[in-house]
Antibody
Framework: EVQLVESGGGLVQPGGSLRLSCLAS????????MHWVRHAPGKGLEWVSG????????DYAASVKGRFTISRDNAKNALYLQMNSLRPEDTAFYYC?????????????WGQGALVTVSS | DIQMIQSPSSLSTSVGDEVTITCRAS??????INWYQQKSGKAPLLLIY???NLQGGVPSRFRGSGSGTDFTLTISGLQPEDSGTYFC?????????FGPGTKVEIK
């Protein structure tokens, strides 16, 4: 069964840092690009970042560029999102999702989500 | 950035009805549109990819159509389990933007 499991969410103060992890199983991880998508309370879905299978191509939403860093470890079937200089508006459920390629593709499946709360 | 507009924002309908949700992109995305269903507290689920391709395991009552800037998700013969929020998403160009969602309530 294809599965994505996020971890690392929690409560952090504004200006703080957090690292999310996404562990993949049930498929050949390095055959796929991976993405992070977030869903803030009462708001719509927002694509955050994507990384190609070989980490050579990385892309970010303008709202997180310079603060968040996406990475992956194909040997560990793991995807990461390092989040620095966190702001209250970063509060959201963060989902990792698989895609055939960075663009011109679709997100399937998605993980169950990790809640990040930025508050003092 | 490509803006995605969905309508309606919400609807209330009955079991067995046909529902149509529209999604309009601010510029052509060819056919690079995907549709997702999200239930409260759950991760989104892919329904349709590439405007009209049904994802494996998704019931055939879900149908997608359109090209360019205008797209439609149709649910025929609505079932109780179809309640939730539906999002369109363009994958044509980064940032890969989503529509604001259409909340479907079953009476």
């Amino acid at each position: 069964e294809v599965q994505l499991v996020e971890s690392g969410g929690g409560l952090v103060q504004p200006g703080g840092s957090l690292r999310l992890s996404c562990l993949a199983s049930g498929f050949t991880f390095d055959d796929y690009a991976m993405h992070w998508v977030r869903h803030a309370p009462g708001k719509g879905l927002e694509w955050v970042s994507g990384i190609s299978w070989n980490s050579l191509t990385i892309d970010y939403a303008a709202s997180v560029k310079g603060r968040f860093t996406i990475s992956r470890d194909n040997a560990k079937n793991a995807l990461y999102l390092q989040m620095n200089s966190l702001r209250p508006e970063d509060t959201a459920f963060y989902y990792c999702a698989r895609a055939r390629q960075l663009g011109l593709s679709w997100f399937d499946p998605w993980g169950q989500g990790a809640l990040v709360t930025v508050s003092s | 950035d490509i803006q995605m507009i969905q309508s309606p924002s919400s609807l209330s309908t009955s079991v067995g009805d046909e529902v149509t949700i529209t999604c309009r992109a601010s510029q052509s995305v060819v056919r690079y549109i995907n549709w997702y269903q999200q239930k409260s507290g759950k991760a989104p689920l892919l329904l349709i990819y590439g405007a009209s391709n049904l994802q494996g395991g998704v019931p055939s009552r879900f149908r997608g159509s359109g090209s360019g800037t205008d797209f439609t998700l149709t649910i025929s013969g609505l079932q109780p389990e179809d309640s939730g929020t539906y999002f369109c998403q363009q994958s044509y160009t980064s940032p890969f933007t989503f529509g604001p969602g259409t909340k479907v309530e079953i009476k």
